[in-house]
Structures are given as structure tokens and as C-alpha cells.
Antibody, heavy 125, light 108 residues
């Protein structure tokens, strides 16, 4: 059974960096059939995809345009986890942050079949 | 980016009712539509993938249909635990994956 466990602070000061980690059990961050996602949810933005990383002979990363200049996603194969770093945060970044696995389900179609429990992150001084 | 327009944004119904939630994509996405249930304080849960395939462990009262631009999630007989929020998602053109705005199902 695949599980994702999130860790990281729930309160970040404006202009600082938000860092969250998602530890994977029951699967490998280097899986050939999965991609690893960060998604956030806020009342104003709904569910918003932020970043993904995946391995297919080499590592790939993609970022949402809205945060591209401020965000980094990293995979750590030695710890079987992946990490989100979002810098220069503002109160607009206050949200619940989720990590998720996007798995190939059938005929090349994918879905987020496993999610972390979520981390409520508040940006405030 | 492909936009997913979900309706209604909220819906009042009673236990035992049959309800339908719709999602319209801004362009054709074939069958690349998924549906999630989201309970407050919990992680979203995958219900339907590839427009109409029921995720393992999900009750059979949930079903999905559609292709191209129009998709529906149907709950055949509402149970008390179903009165939460639902979201559609497209994975046809990524990145980015995009979600509908959500439907909040309320008890009448």
C-alpha cells in the first residue's frame, strides 16, 4: 500500500521560504510509471497544481507558470522522498499543500491515486 | 491551459437522491478526465479515472461518463457520507493538470 507522509512548518513569515517534504512508502520516487506532484488548495484559487517531478531515464521537473520564478522541486532517491521549496512567500501563498502520486492507470491515462494528508501553511508575520 | 468548468458550484439533495455533476473542458480532452471526492481536513480521494473507470474500493453508486468536452459524475443513491465536495481534473494536456472549481453537495 502506497503512502505519502508530509512534513514541514505550518507557519512561514512573509518573504521567507516555504519548504515541505513528502516521504514515500510502498513505491519508489524513481518509478517509471509515476510522477510526483505538489498541489495546493485555497478558497481563492481552488485546487492548483504547483510542480511535478518524474524519472524516465533522467529526471524531469515542471512548474506552474504562476510560481515558476519562486519554486523548486527535488527528488531524493536515498531517502525516497521529494521536496518543495517556495521562496519569497506572501499571504497569497497561504493554503493547504498536498503531495500526490500521479500514476498511469490505463491506456496511458493518469490520475492522482495517492495523496498526502495535507499541510496547512499560513504565511504571516 | 485547458479550463475545466464545473457545475453546479453547490447542490442541495437528500439521502437516497440521484445527483449529477458536470464538467466541461475548454477543448477536447478525449477521456482524460478524473473525479475526486474531498472531505474537510482530509486528502482528496480518487473516485473515477479515465472518465468512466471506477477506482478500486469506491462504491458502485459512483459512476462517470463522457468524452471530448463534456463529462458527468453521477451518484445513484446519496448516502450521508457523500455530502462533501467533488472536483473534476483533466490530464490531457500537461503541464499543467487543471481542476474544476468544485461542487459542494449539501443536505437538503
Amino acid at each position: 500500500q502506497v503512502q505519502l507522509q508530509q512534513s514541514g512548518p505550518g507557519l512561514v513569515k512573509p518573504s521567507q521560504t516555504l519548504s515541505l517534504t513528502c516521504a514515500i512508502s510502498g513505491d519508489s520516487v524513481s518509478s517509471n510509471s509515476a510522477a510526483w506532484y505538489w498541489i495546493r488548495q485555497s478558497p481563492s484559487r481552488g485546487l492548483e497544481w504547483l510542480a511535478r517531478t518524474y524519472y524516465k531515464s533522467k529526471w524531469y521537473v515542471d512548474y506552474a507558470v504562476s510560481v515558476k520564478s519562486r519554486i523548486t522541486i527535488n527528488a531524493d532517491t536515498s531517502k525516497n522522498q521529494f521536496t518543495l521549496h517556495l521562496n519569497s512567500v506572501t499571504p497569497e501563498d497561504t493554503a493547504v499543500y498536498y503531495c500526490a502520486r500521479m500514476e498511469t492507470m490505463v491506456r496511458g491515462l493518469s490520475a492522482c491515486d495517492v495523496w498526502g494528508p495535507g499541510t496547512m501553511v499560513t504565511v504571516s508575520s | 491551459d485547458i479550463q475545466m468548468t464545473q457545475s453546479p458550484s453547490s447542490l442541495s439533495a437528500s439521502v437516497g437522491d440521484r445527483v449529477t455533476i458536470t464538467c466541461r473542458a475548454s477543448q477536447s480532452i478525449s477521456s482524460y478526465c478524473n473525479w475526486y471526492q474531498h472531505k474537510p481536513g482530509k486528502a482528496p480521494k480518487l473516485l473515477i479515472y479515465a472518465a468512466s473507470s471506477l477506482q478500486s474500493g469506491v462504491p458502485s453508486r459512483f459512476s462517470g461518463s463522457g468524452s471530448g468536452t463534456d463529462f458527468t459524475l453521477t451518484i445513484s443513491s446519496l448516502q450521508p457520507e457523500d455530502f462533501v465536495s467533488y472536483y473534476c481534473q483533466q490530464t490531457y494536456s500537461t503541464p499543467p493538470v487543471t481542476f474544476g472549481q468544485g461542487t459542494r453537495l449539501e443536505i437538503k
